[in-house]
């Protein structure tokens, strides 16, 4: 079966036109209106597994907007893909008992497309924008007066017949969720009252979102195969509730059960290309072109060339991961293989 991820934004990378990856932290084309993901979406803040510290901070600012009788502050959620920030959104408006309008930036090309969502918005109503880093300037500069006074400057005509209009906006928050927070620009990044990171999930959270999504699916997932799951799914909800999705696909198929052990998971693995460390083909070329140059620290734009990748993939989405389990560091002279990684390496190529 083919795994075809592409990100809403990669279209064009070239990666997207090959095989895509299971692991890939990034949403793909048919998880997009699937049910079962939407199945998967937490209910309440108390569904919502981990991130204790963002849910406590985010409570008590919606518990004292109401209080006050005030819109919650403009929030910016930032951190990888698939680790919850349009779920935490969307339940946000759920406790401010409001609508949620979701967008993503590179949908809003024209100055008029910022202007129509603005002005669709209703008092208190949230307007979710993901990928604000991607906004157009025209776009982002809109926002600025909307976000502050709650007011739409706008310049109609041109040259001597151009008049300024004002347009008073209801009130209303935005929530913008990024991947790349350095790439916000200044203006806008102050404008946020609330900015918050969301971190990898530790092994033992994302076994409760496993188990607890194996639940909704009619699934008797086993302790170990759970944990196995848990432990490889590079910290993120989406890579785990994707690869829980593939191993019942294979016990479904090959094994005519609903229930899942660890062999099953072993196996349904194996025929991913996925190792007990949760490394799938791509991470292992990108390991392997490393420790072909020995102790050298070797830049992205050469591993990207002769990966055949795109720089900008491998750098946000193969890398966090291998540095998150000790096996590369980025150097300013590069990228460079750990003893850990080495190890790991040569055990795969002597298999
Ligand atoms: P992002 O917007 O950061 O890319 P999403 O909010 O779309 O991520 O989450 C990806 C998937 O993971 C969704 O199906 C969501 O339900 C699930 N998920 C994310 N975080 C959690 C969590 N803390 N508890 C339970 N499920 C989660």
Do not use: W
């Amino acid at each position: 079966m083919a795994i075809i991820s592409s990100s809403l934004d990669e279209s064009n990378s070239p990666r997207s036109r090959k095989e895509l990856r299971i692991v890939d932290s990034n949403i793909i084309s048919e998880e997009k209106n699937n049910k079962n993901v939407n199945l998967a979406r937490p209910n309440s803040f108390k569904e919502f597994i981990g991130q204790d510290q963002i849910k406590s901070t985010l409570k008590i600012a919606i518990e004292a907007s109401t209080y006050r009788n005030e819109v919650l502050e403009h929030t910016l959620l930032y951190g990888q893909p698939g680790l919850g920030k349009t779920t935490l959104a969307l339940l946000i408006a759920e406790e401010m008992n409001t609508k949620c309008r979701v967008t993503s930036a590179p949908s809003i090309e024209r100055p008029r497309d910022i202007v129509g969502l603005l002005l669709g918005l209703k008092e208190g109503e949230i307007l979710f924008i993901d990928e604000i880093h991607r906004l157009n300037k025209l776009a982002e500069e809109l926002l600025y007066s909307a976000m502050e006074d709650f007011r739409l400057d706008l310049t109609m005509g041109a040259n001597r017949g151009a008049r300024c209009r004002t347009i008073n906006l209801p009130k209303f928050t935005l929530i913008g969720a990024t991947t790349k927070f350095a790439s916000i620009s200044a203006p806008l990044r102050d404008r946020f009252g609330i900015c918050q990171k969301i971190e990898f999930y530790s092994v033992d959270e994302l076994q409760e979102i496993i188990f607890n999504f194996s639940t909704l699916i009619n699934l008797h997932l086993e302790n170990d195969a759970c944990c196995m799951l848990a432990k490889i799914s590079r910290g993120t909800p989406r890579i785990a509730l994707r690869l829980l999705k593939r191993v019942r696909d294979y016990s479904q198929v090959i094994k005519k059960t609903n229930k899942i052990s660890l062999e099953a998971v072993e196996k349904a693995l194996i025929s991913q290309k996925i190792d007990n460390k949760g490394l799938d083909n791509l991470d292992r070329k990108f390991l392997s072109f490393l420790n072909l140059n020995l102790n050298y620290p070797v830049g992205l734009d050469s591993i990207a060339a002769a990966l055949g990748e795109d720089s900008s993939m491998l750098e946000f989405v193969v890398e966090p991961y291998l540095i998150q389990i000790g096996f590369i560091i980025r150097t300013p002279r590069g990228r460079v293989l750990t003893s850990l990684g080495k190890k790991y390496i040569n055990s795969k190529n002597e298999n």
